[in-house]
């Protein structure tokens, strides 16, 4: 059966678990860091980092609020990504049957690297510089397939993040999200119906980060809209 992240929000605490547990089961190096002013570190993704747990200050009805949002790739269930390297390459990008898990291949190097990047309604994919190739979270499908949970997962102290099977996930979303919205009335689930990995946000998705959610102007568009646009046919 197909395989969903949530990532409850209100549960987050920023210890940034989840970036470390990433680093280490994927062997990706370090990178070198700078104070620019933010707990946030490094500042974006890039090739080897994979995972990023943003923080944001924002002020409501003169409240300060210290949002946390550990950012990866959504695995959309009508990937972009995917049917745009697709007119480079079709290796480049699939999708494992078992779980939706949206798997990125060496044959990226084969494709238009930011045609890619832009094809990304939430900016995920990373070029490598050296190589050529791009990267982005594979949903830990090796863990996965051995009966383990991802990594980020398995990290996280707080019970932010929970894997599972589809069905069973999407009724804990439903779930918490009624629970949230006793404290939070502004409270939503981010794209639910279209990605793998679903954020239930406790307030306006764009304060946490611009591209937190998939907007399409004027309107929200869907990852199947996304994908049919992408590709010149009828949703």
Known sequence: MA?????DLTRCTACRGCQVACKQ???????????????????DLSFTTIR????????????????????QCRHCTEPPCMGQAELDDERA??????????????????????????????????????SGELSKCDMC???IQNGMKPACVLSC???????????EIDALAKQRLAAAKKRYPNAVLGDPDD?????????????????????A???????????????????
């Open 217 to 235: 102007s004027p309107h929200m568009m869907n990852r199947k809209q996304m994908f049919a646009r992408l590709l010149g046919t009828k949703a």
């Open 52 to 71: 990023l747990v943003r923080f944001e200050e924002v002020v409501n009805d003169g409240k300060v609020d210290w949002l946390f949002f550990p950012e």
């Open 93 to 130: 990008v699939i999708q494992d049957e078992a779980t939706g898990a949206v798997i990125f291949t060496e044959y990226t190097k084969n494709v238009d690297a930011e045609g890619v990047r832009e094809a990304c309604p939430y900016d995920i994919p990373r070029k490598d510089p050296a």
């Open 25 to 43: 089961w994927k062997k990706l190096p370090a990178e070198e860091t700078i104070n620019w002013g933010s707990h946030q570190n490094p500042k």
């Open 157 to 167: 102290p707080t019970g932010a993040m929970t894997f599972g099977d589809e069905e």
């Open 3 to 7: 395989k969903k992240f949530l990532v």
């Open 195 to 215: 990605v793998r990995v679903v954020y239930l946000f406790q307030q306006d998705p764009t304060q946490y980060f611009d591209k937190a959610i998939a907007a």
């Open 141 to 143: 499908i090796d863990r």
